[in-house]
């Protein structure tokens, strides 16, 4: 009987580990899927950083051709005013 009792301690230890394993491998599925997510979620958020980076660059091109032309605009009223000025005295 000595020996029937030691089978069971070892299987009950044995059970034991078995259940801590278990859980233990829940946690770590868990964790690998909440890291799946964030890693998505980086990948999307990367996505945008460059998809805003692309727009933020036209929109400046577009500010840089609306000032040129700004520049050109008030040159030629100048030169147009001077002529006025000319012709009126």
Do not use: C, P, Y
């Not at 950083?49 to 400046?60: D, G, N, P, S, T």
């Amino acid at each position: 009987m000595g020996g029937t009792s030691k089978v069971e301690q070892a299987i009950a230890r044995f059970e034991t580990a078995l259940h801590k394993l278990e859980k233990s491998l829940v946690v770590v599925h868990d964790k690998e899927a909440k890291l799946v997510s964030v890693s998505n979620k980086t990948m999307a958020l990367e996505t945008d950083h460059k998809k805003v980076l692309a727009e933020l660059a036209q929109v400046r091109e577009k500010a840089d051709e609306l000032a040129e032309i700004n520049r050109q605009a008030v040159k030629r009223v100048d030169h147009a005013m001077v002529r006025i000025q000319r012709v009126i005295g």
